[in-house]
T-cell receptor
Framework: SAVISQKPSRDICQRGTSLTIQCQVDSQVTMMFWYRQQPGQSLTLIATANQGSEATYESGFVIDKFPISRPNLTFSTLTVSNMSPEDSSIYLC?????????FGPGTRLTVL | QQQVKQSPQSLIVQKGGISIINCAYENTAFDYFPWYQQFPGKGPALLIAIRPDVSEKKEGRFTISFNKSAKQFSLHIMDSQPGDSATYFCAAQGFQKLVFGTGTRLLVSP
Protein backbone atom coordinates (compact mmCIF):
# COMPACT_ATOMS: atom_id res chain seq x y z
CA SER A 1 0.00 0.00 0.00
CA ALA A 2 1.12 3.57 -0.66
CA VAL A 3 2.24 5.88 2.11
CA ILE A 4 0.82 9.35 1.64
CA SER A 5 1.74 12.51 3.50
CA GLN A 6 0.01 15.89 3.48
CA LYS A 7 1.11 19.34 4.47
CA PRO A 8 -0.05 21.21 6.43
CA SER A 9 -1.89 18.88 8.80
CA ARG A 10 -4.10 21.78 9.88
CA ASP A 11 -4.41 25.49 9.39
CA ILE A 12 -6.56 28.41 10.43
CA CYS A 13 -7.03 30.99 7.70
CA GLN A 14 -8.74 34.29 7.21
CA ARG A 15 -11.65 34.81 4.88
CA GLY A 16 -10.58 35.82 1.36
CA THR A 17 -7.15 34.22 1.49
CA SER A 18 -5.92 31.07 -0.24
CA LEU A 19 -4.25 27.93 1.07
CA THR A 20 -2.23 25.38 -0.88
CA ILE A 21 -2.22 21.81 0.41
CA GLN A 22 0.57 19.47 -0.61
CA CYS A 23 0.29 15.72 -1.10
CA GLN A 24 3.30 13.42 -1.43
CA VAL A 25 3.13 9.72 -2.31
CA ASP A 26 6.01 7.34 -1.62
CA SER A 27 5.73 5.68 -5.03
CA GLN A 28 4.87 6.71 -8.56
CA VAL A 29 1.16 6.66 -9.26
CA THR A 30 -0.87 7.59 -12.29
CA MET A 31 -4.03 8.78 -10.59
CA MET A 32 -4.40 10.97 -7.54
CA PHE A 33 -7.63 12.30 -6.08
CA TRP A 34 -8.70 15.14 -3.83
CA TYR A 35 -11.65 14.81 -1.44
CA ARG A 36 -13.44 17.02 1.02
CA GLN A 37 -14.87 15.69 4.26
CA GLN A 38 -17.03 17.86 6.46
CA PRO A 39 -16.63 16.96 10.16
CA GLY A 40 -18.69 13.88 10.94
CA GLN A 41 -19.66 13.45 7.31
CA SER A 42 -18.69 11.26 4.38
CA LEU A 43 -16.11 11.96 1.71
CA THR A 44 -16.93 13.92 -1.44
CA LEU A 45 -14.67 13.75 -4.48
CA ILE A 46 -13.45 17.17 -5.63
CA ALA A 47 -11.31 16.19 -8.60
CA THR A 48 -9.08 13.60 -10.21
CA ALA A 49 -5.49 14.63 -10.96
CA ASN A 50 -3.56 12.76 -13.61
CA GLN A 51 0.03 13.63 -14.33
CA GLY A 52 0.42 15.46 -17.62
CA SER A 53 -3.19 16.47 -18.03
CA GLU A 54 -5.69 18.89 -16.60
CA ALA A 55 -7.52 17.84 -13.47
CA THR A 56 -11.08 16.58 -13.90
CA TYR A 57 -13.55 18.22 -11.53
CA GLU A 58 -16.75 16.76 -10.13
CA SER A 59 -20.07 18.52 -10.29
CA GLY A 60 -20.13 21.45 -7.90
CA PHE A 61 -16.38 22.02 -7.91
CA VAL A 62 -14.58 24.40 -10.27
CA ILE A 63 -10.98 25.01 -11.19
CA ASP A 64 -11.04 28.68 -10.22
CA LYS A 65 -11.96 27.76 -6.66
CA PHE A 66 -9.85 24.59 -6.36
CA PRO A 67 -6.88 24.75 -8.73
CA ILE A 68 -4.84 21.56 -8.76
CA SER A 69 -1.31 20.89 -9.89
CA ARG A 70 0.23 17.51 -10.67
CA PRO A 71 3.84 18.17 -11.66
CA ASN A 72 5.05 14.56 -11.40
CA LEU A 73 3.96 11.03 -10.52
CA THR A 74 4.46 11.39 -6.75
CA PHE A 75 3.17 14.88 -5.93
CA SER A 76 0.06 17.03 -6.19
CA THR A 77 -1.24 20.26 -4.71
CA LEU A 78 -4.75 21.54 -4.10
CA THR A 79 -5.36 25.24 -3.57
CA VAL A 80 -8.47 26.46 -1.83
CA SER A 81 -8.94 29.97 -3.20
CA ASN A 82 -10.74 33.02 -1.85
CA MET A 83 -11.79 31.08 1.22
CA SER A 84 -15.01 31.53 3.14
CA PRO A 85 -16.12 29.86 6.39
CA GLU A 86 -18.05 27.35 4.26
CA ASP A 87 -14.70 25.98 3.08
CA SER A 88 -13.88 24.82 6.60
CA SER A 89 -13.43 21.10 6.18
CA ILE A 90 -10.94 18.26 6.04
CA TYR A 91 -9.21 17.91 2.69
CA LEU A 92 -7.82 14.49 1.80
CA CYS A 93 -5.71 13.29 -1.06
CA UNK A 94 -5.57 9.71 -2.23
CA UNK A 95 -3.69 7.67 -4.78
CA UNK A 96 -4.76 4.73 -6.85
CA UNK A 97 -2.51 1.69 -6.61
CA UNK A 98 -3.33 -1.88 -7.56
CA UNK A 99 -6.93 -0.87 -8.14
CA UNK A 100 -7.31 0.45 -4.59
CA UNK A 101 -7.32 4.01 -3.28
CA UNK A 102 -5.09 4.84 -0.33
CA PHE A 103 -5.60 8.03 1.63
CA GLY A 104 -3.42 10.61 3.25
CA PRO A 105 -4.02 11.78 6.84
CA GLY A 106 -5.93 14.87 5.74
CA THR A 107 -5.60 18.63 6.20
CA ARG A 108 -8.01 20.21 8.65
CA LEU A 109 -8.86 23.71 7.46
CA THR A 110 -10.68 26.29 9.53
CA VAL A 111 -11.67 29.57 7.88
CA LEU A 112 -12.53 32.50 10.12
CA GLN B 1 -27.83 6.17 -9.35
CA GLN B 2 -24.41 7.11 -8.04
CA GLN B 3 -25.42 6.84 -4.40
CA VAL B 4 -24.33 4.22 -1.96
CA LYS B 5 -26.74 3.86 0.94
CA GLN B 6 -25.28 2.77 4.29
CA SER B 7 -26.94 1.74 7.52
CA PRO B 8 -27.04 2.04 10.44
CA GLN B 9 -25.75 5.55 11.05
CA SER B 10 -24.45 4.48 14.45
CA LEU B 11 -24.01 1.19 16.23
CA ILE B 12 -23.21 0.14 19.79
CA VAL B 13 -21.97 -3.40 20.30
CA GLN B 14 -20.79 -5.23 23.39
CA LYS B 15 -17.21 -6.45 23.43
CA GLY B 16 -17.09 -9.89 21.83
CA GLY B 17 -20.27 -9.30 19.84
CA ILE B 18 -20.82 -9.12 16.10
CA SER B 19 -21.01 -5.75 14.36
CA ILE B 20 -22.94 -5.68 11.09
CA ILE B 21 -23.02 -2.75 8.68
CA ASN B 22 -25.04 -2.80 5.48
CA CYS B 23 -24.71 -1.02 2.16
CA ALA B 24 -26.71 -0.92 -1.04
CA TYR B 25 -25.95 0.50 -4.47
CA GLU B 26 -27.80 1.08 -7.72
CA ASN B 27 -25.19 1.46 -10.42
CA THR B 28 -24.28 -1.91 -11.92
CA ALA B 29 -21.11 -0.39 -13.39
CA PHE B 30 -19.49 -0.52 -9.96
CA ASP B 31 -16.83 -3.25 -10.00
CA TYR B 32 -15.01 -2.98 -6.68
CA PHE B 33 -16.37 -2.60 -3.16
CA PRO B 34 -13.94 -1.56 -0.42
CA TRP B 35 -14.58 -0.84 3.24
CA TYR B 36 -12.60 1.86 5.00
CA GLN B 37 -12.02 2.40 8.71
CA GLN B 38 -11.44 5.92 9.97
CA PHE B 39 -10.29 6.97 13.41
CA PRO B 40 -10.73 10.58 14.57
CA GLY B 41 -8.11 12.86 13.07
CA LYS B 42 -6.91 10.23 10.62
CA GLY B 43 -7.49 9.47 6.96
CA PRO B 44 -9.60 6.48 5.93
CA ALA B 45 -7.65 3.21 5.92
CA LEU B 46 -8.55 0.31 3.68
CA LEU B 47 -9.95 -2.53 5.76
CA ILE B 48 -11.14 -5.15 3.29
CA ALA B 49 -12.49 -5.17 -0.25
CA ILE B 50 -14.40 -7.45 -2.59
CA ARG B 51 -15.14 -7.76 -6.29
CA PRO B 52 -18.63 -8.72 -7.52
CA ASP B 53 -17.59 -12.15 -8.78
CA VAL B 54 -17.15 -13.31 -5.18
CA SER B 55 -19.98 -13.69 -2.63
CA GLU B 56 -17.86 -13.57 0.50
CA LYS B 57 -14.40 -12.56 1.60
CA LYS B 58 -12.91 -13.04 5.04
CA GLU B 59 -9.79 -11.49 6.53
CA GLY B 60 -9.30 -12.26 10.19
CA ARG B 61 -12.30 -10.99 12.14
CA PHE B 62 -13.64 -9.02 9.16
CA THR B 63 -15.96 -10.52 6.54
CA ILE B 64 -17.66 -8.95 3.53
CA SER B 65 -20.83 -10.59 2.26
CA PHE B 66 -21.83 -9.59 -1.26
CA ASN B 67 -25.22 -10.14 -2.93
CA LYS B 68 -24.88 -9.12 -6.57
CA SER B 69 -28.52 -9.71 -7.51
CA ALA B 70 -29.77 -7.58 -4.62
CA LYS B 71 -26.98 -5.02 -5.11
CA GLN B 72 -26.17 -5.18 -1.44
CA PHE B 73 -23.06 -5.85 0.57
CA SER B 74 -22.27 -5.92 4.26
CA LEU B 75 -19.39 -5.89 6.69
CA HIS B 76 -19.35 -8.25 9.63
CA ILE B 77 -16.89 -7.72 12.47
CA MET B 78 -16.65 -10.81 14.61
CA ASP B 79 -15.55 -10.70 18.24
CA SER B 80 -15.74 -6.90 18.21
CA GLN B 81 -13.15 -5.15 20.38
CA PRO B 82 -13.03 -1.65 21.89
CA GLY B 83 -10.16 -0.91 19.50
CA ASP B 84 -12.61 -1.40 16.61
CA SER B 85 -14.48 1.72 17.71
CA ALA B 86 -14.26 3.98 14.67
CA THR B 87 -16.27 5.20 11.70
CA TYR B 88 -16.69 2.72 8.88
CA PHE B 89 -17.38 3.69 5.29
CA CYS B 90 -18.46 1.38 2.54
CA ALA B 91 -17.64 2.47 -0.98
CA ALA B 92 -18.26 1.44 -4.54
CA GLN B 93 -15.77 1.99 -7.31
CA GLY B 94 -16.51 2.41 -10.98
CA PHE B 95 -14.18 3.76 -13.68
CA GLN B 96 -11.57 4.15 -10.91
CA LYS B 97 -13.72 6.60 -8.95
CA LEU B 98 -15.02 5.89 -5.46
CA VAL B 99 -18.49 6.71 -4.21
CA PHE B 100 -18.71 6.56 -0.44
CA GLY B 101 -21.55 5.59 1.82
CA THR B 102 -22.61 7.96 4.58
CA GLY B 103 -20.62 6.18 7.28
CA THR B 104 -21.38 4.19 10.43
CA ARG B 105 -20.02 5.23 13.78
CA LEU B 106 -19.26 2.04 15.72
CA LEU B 107 -18.78 2.01 19.47
CA VAL B 108 -17.70 -1.23 21.10
CA SER B 109 -18.36 -1.10 24.80
CA PRO B 110 -15.98 -2.92 27.17
Amino acid sequence: SAVISQKPSRDICQRGTSLTIQCQVDSQVTMMFWYRQQPGQSLTLIATANQGSEATYESGFVIDKFPISRPNLTFSTLTVSNMSPEDSSIYLCSSLGGGTQYFGPGTRLTVL
Amino acid sequence: QQQVKQSPQSLIVQKGGISIINCAYENTAFDYFPWYQQFPGKGPALLIAIRPDVSEKKEGRFTISFNKSAKQFSLHIMDSQPGDSATYFCAAQGFQKLVFGTGTRLLVSP
